[in-house]
C-alpha cells in the first residue's frame, strides 16, 4: 500500500507564490517518475511538471519559467513551487508517482494524491 499526501495549496492574489509538497509513504522499494498534474473546472486533467529519480524535469509550456519542480529521494518528497500566479493556474493539483512496491514484491504502479486546491485571484 502506497499513499501521497498534498499540502501547500491555498487562495493567493495574482503574481504571488505557493510552494506545493507531496510526501509518498507506504511499502516503497523506488519511485522513478513523480508528476504534478492540475484539473482546473471543466477541463481535462493535465500534466504540469515532471521529474525523474535522476532528477530529469520537464513542464507544461504553460508553466516554464514560474514553476519550479524538485525532489527530495531520501524523503520520497516532491516539490512544485510556483511564482508569478496567474488566475488561470486556479485549479485542484494532484500529485502522482511511479512506484515499484515492496509488497507486493518489484509490483509496479501508478499513485495518485488526493488533490490540493490552489486559487489565483486577479
Known amino acids: 500500500q502506497v499513499q501521497l499526501v498534498e499540502s501547500g495549496g491555498g487562495l493567493v492574489q495574482a503574481g504571488g507564490s505557493l510552494r506545493l509538497s507531496c510526501a509518498a509513504s507506504g511499502s516503497i522499494l523506488s519511485i522513478y517518475a513523480m508528476n504534478w498534474y492540475r484539473q482546473a473546472p471543466g477541463k481535462q486533467r493535465e500534466l504540469v511538471a515532471r521529474i525523474t529519480s535522476g532528477g530529469s524535469s520537464n513542464y507544461a509550456n504553460s508553466v516554464k519559467g514560474r514553476f519550479t519542480i524538485s525532489r527530495d529521494n531520501a524523503k520520497n518528497t516532491v516539490y512544485l513551487q510556483m511564482n508569478s500566479l496567474k488566475p488561470e493556474d486556479t485549479a485542484v493539483y494532484y500529485c502522482?508517482?511511479?512506484?515499484?512496491?515492496?509488497?507486493?514484491?518489484?509490483?509496479?504502479?501508478?499513485?495518485w494524491g488526493q488533490g490540493t486546491q490552489v486559487t489565483v485571484s486577479s
Open positions: 502522482n508517482a511511479a512506484v515499484t512496491t515492496t509488497a507486493p514484491l518489484k509490483y509496479e504502479a501508478n499513485y
